[in-house]
């Protein structure tokens, strides 16, 4: 009998859900997604075409206010939550409205909804919304280009219109938005990319999207909405944390538990905190993960036009979602007009119309700013209306777009634009260097001959090297060797040293040599037992420097040039 499934979202990770676990699924049945947080995502069907042979009808979307009734009515076994950046408090009162309807209530994780792919995947995260994904994506995108890799984005999902259209989208220019209809949203992400030449792809269908996305790619990188889990299983996961924020990165759904997957937390915004709300943040991020690599970053504010700024009356435009269920009181813009010295932010609240009007109702810490609400045209033209309103001298956009493409203001208008700057070391090209290896190009074989082989001499200042290199750096160099030559062997030999699990006791010997040792690098990757247990450190140490030595006439690691050899273990 077919369990009965309702899947609770947003537009996004749902979807992605339904179709890694339960589209081929014949043992359920799902019977009803549920819709939050974004407008005009509910009262549609998720379609035939998606869904998939088993789904002739497509599935209905619901508003999350009937949820109750709907698992009354569809006589409901499970209900799957489905979205991101919701406090644990409020996860477990629906998980309470949930058990007291009758079903059971469940959260997906990875191992279900992770998709590997056959390039190196860089995923970057957040533990809010608002804490610094944007600029932190685009300073990765640019490191990985200057070392001469295919970058190709890929960006959390946000199919806010016609979904069977939008399954795979591919952009590389404005134009490609234009004619896409994309929200301000979306826009607010894909822009910068586009502008830096970057391919980006989103849609709905995300193993379609990787299929298409990894064929025209050195490296894919990961680009997270909200603070969710990426969809691709990382080689490198990047996850961004907020010192304005302190205590949200244990606090809130699913952001803690990127935090303690993460191999490399960014404290962002450390010109804009105090010592002790960075120190505090530190602090906390250890208890979480002190394994992971730790790179500190800036994000400073450049105005355009500052004399529209400095002693006017200012209208402030902000990043809609960081305001609204990243609960910011304030972004870029509002640090720009102080800065600056603006003689007033101009409260819009008495020219709001319509749905806006709404938002503030919902979301009512906003305050005297505006949030780039844009879900559809008719939203557009409400935000034109309370901008044109009011009775500003400068309107200060402080969203990651130039909004005078998207809506037409009146005022003479501003950006402020920002940009991630690590703050000493290590910084996001140390932590990178791995990814950049892992990802090049093998250097055709020199004709005339066979190289020469190593001498005695040259293989002991070989090991004298190896061996002032840290753990974690000694096993990136022998995995990356050990995957050329397709050594599943030595992969088993450090996987024995992992936890005793289901996971790590499969069947090896039995899998395709390439699916192996792609799944035990990763399992090896993000084995932190390492770091933890001197002893196991100094065992393997030795296991990783004799297998280096050991195939030194094929790969040397000290002939490189510019390399930092990171840590990042």
Request: proline share 7%.
């Amino acid at each position: 009998m077919q369990r009965r499934v309702i899947i609770m979202g947003a537009a996004g990770r749902d979807f992605h859900n339904f179709n890694s676990a339960f589209r081929a699924d014949p043992a359920t049945r799902v019977v009803a997604f549920t819709a939050t947080q974004i407008p005009y995502i509910d009262d549609r069907t998720y379609p035939a075409a998606l869904a998939g042979p088993a789904y002739p009808e497509g599935i209905p979307i619901f508003p999350e206010e009937r949820l109750e009734d709907l698992i009354a009515a569809q006589d409901v076994d499970e209900v799957v939550f489905s979205y991101s950046d919701v406090r644990h408090l409020d996860v477990m009162h629906v998980a309470s409205r949930v058990l007291a309807a009758g079903a059971d209530f469940r959260l997906l994780g990875p191992k279900q909804t992770e998709l590997v792919a056959a390039v190196p995947v860089v995923a970057v995260c957040a533990v809010r919304t608002g804490s610094g994904k944007s600029q932190t994506t685009r300073r990765v995108a640019e490191i990985l280009r200057a070392a001469g890799r295919k970058v190709v984005a890929v960006r959390h999902p946000m199919p806010y219109g016609d979904l069977a259209s939008m399954a795979v989208q591919r952009f590389t220019t404005v134009e490609d938005l234009v004619a896409a209809r994309a929200t301000i949203e979306e826009r607010e992400e894909y822009e910068p990319h586009l502008a830096a030449g970057t391919v980006v792809y989103a849609g709905v269908d995300y193993h379609a999207i990787l299929e298409r996305a990894q064929a025209e790619a050195d490296v894919l990188l990961w680009d997270g909405g909200n603070n969710d889990l990426p969809f691709y299983r990382p080689d490198l996961h990047i996850v961004v944390a907020d010192p304005l924020r302190v205590g949200h990165e244990s606090s809130y759904h699913p952001g803690e538990a990127n935090a303690r997957a993460a191999d490399v937390l960014v404290i962002n915004k450390v010109d804009e905190a105090t010592g002790e709300q960075v120190a505090a943040l530190e602090e906390q991020l250890k208890q979480l993960n002190a394994g992971a690599v730790v790179v500190k970053a800036a994000s400073p504010v450049r105005v355009e036009d500052p004399e529209l700024v400095t002693g006017k009356r200012v209208l402030v435009i902000e990043d809609g979602p960081t305001l609204t269920h990243g609960e910011m009181s304030y972004g870029a813009g509002v640090v720009a007009a102080r800065r600056l010295g603006a003689a007033e932010i101009v409260d819009p609240r008495p020219w709001l119309v319509g749905s806006l009007a709404e938002v503030y109702e919902r979301y009512p810490h906003i305050g005297a700013l505006v949030p780039a609400m844009g879900y559809s045209d008719a939203q557009i033209r409400e935000l034109e209306t309370v901008i044109n309103r009011a009775p500003v001298d400068a309107v200060v956009i402080g969203t990651p777009i130039d909004l005078r493409g998207v809506a037409d203001i009146a005022h003479p208008a501003t950006r402020v634009r920002y940009d991630l700057v690590e703050q000493g070391q290590p910084d996001l090209a140390a932590v990178l260097e791995p990814i950049i290896r892992a990802s090049a190009k093998p250097i055709p074989a020199a004709t005339g001959g066979a190289a020469p082989m190593t001498t005695d001499a040259q293989t002991g200042d070989y090991r004298t090297f190896l061996e002032a290199q840290p753990v974690p750096t000694l096993r990136d160099w022998a995995l990356e060797v050990a995957r050329d030559k397709r050594d599943v062997g030595f992969y088993w030999e450090v996987a024995k040293h992992l936890p005793s699990t289901e996971e790590v006791n499969r069947d090896w010997a039995s899998w395709d040599p390439i699916d192996a040792i792609r799944e035990l690098g990763h399992l090896v990757t993000h084995f932190r037992e390492e770091a933890a247990d001197p002893e196991l450190a100094d065992l393997l140490r030795v296991a990783y420097i004799d297998y280096l030595v050991e195939h030194a006439d094929d790969r040397r690691f000290d002939r490189r040039t510019g390399s930092s050899h990171p840590a990042t273990g």
